[in-house]
């Protein structure tokens, strides 16, 4: 079956513009995961959809940084006004439910903030 | 305080031996699960192994196996008769059951190389 996609896979912006990211969960899983990965880094952790409950916003580093899903399909993260270290690679992950213990990856979406 | 720590940045093997790669962490949470991720040069994750807090047994999967010592809380992840497909970033990472919900904290990786 269809794994998580991100779109894009690679995105170029200038600094001060504002960029979105998608991401496509596996269908049927009620738990959606956002990621940030620095260059030589580990994950670190921005945003969690668990169906229709208040999102866990806390690992979001800024007001710049916000995330939508609509029901338990497709999230998008919008990052207003980027700044250079906003670059990184965005990960998104799906899981059947929040307590499930596998986490499923999508490819990414590389950032670029010139 | 870091939550997961890994020590070694960069570990060698020689194709066909077994390694361990280290991971220590650190919660209050009594119930929490530790996670193993590979992550190729080609970026994506992949899942290897999980280990639960209350499992009483070590996980394996496959050639993988993760050597959970709770009392030291260190979850190292055993990789026998090593493959140079194995060469790839390897993450460990904690979910805390309780007061985190499902979200991942990650440790910042120990990049391994399989020598031929």
């Known amino acids: 079956g269809a794994g998580v996609s991100q779109s894009p896979s690679n995105k170029v912006t200038e600094k001060g513009k504002d960029v979105e990211l998608r991401c496509d969960p596996i269908?049927?899983?009620?738990?959606l995961y956002w990621y940030r990965q620095r260059l030589g880094q580990g994950l670190e952790f921005l945003i969690y959809?668990?169906?229709?409950?208040?999102?866990?916003k806390s690992g979001l580093p800024s007001d710049r940084f916000s995330a939508e899903r609509t029901g338990e399909s497709v999230s998008t993260l919008t990052i207003q006004r980027t700044q250079q270290e906003d670059s990184a690679v965005y990960l998104c992950?799906?899981?059947?439910?929040?307590?499930?213990?596998?986490?499923?990856f999508g490819p990414g979406t590389r950032l670029t903030v010139l | 305080a870091q939550k997961i720590t890994q020590t070694q940045p960069g570990m060698f093997v020689q194709e066909k031996e077994a390694v361990t790669l280290d991971c220590t962490y650190d919660?209050?949470?009594?119930?929490?699960?530790l996670f193993w991720y590979k992550q190729p040069s080609s970026g994506e994750m992949i899942f290897l192994i999980y280990?639960?807090?209350?499992?009483?047994q070590n996980a394996t999967e496959g050639r993988y196996s993760l050597n959970f010592q709770k009392a030291r809380k260190s979850a190292n992840l055993v990789i026998s008769a090593s493959q140079l497909g194995d060469s790839a970033m390897y993450f460990c990472a904690m979910r805390e059951l309780y007061n985190q919900g499902g979200k991942l904290i990650f440790g910042q990786g120990t990049e391994l190389s399989v020598k031929p």
């Open positions: 992950a799906s899981s059947l439910t929040s307590g499930s213990n596998e986490q499923f």
């Open positions: 269908s049927g899983h009620t738990a």
């Open positions: 919660t209050s949470d009594p119930s929490y699960g």
């Open positions: 280990q639960g807090s209350y499992d009483q």
């Open positions: 959809f668990q169906g229709n409950s208040a999102p866990d």
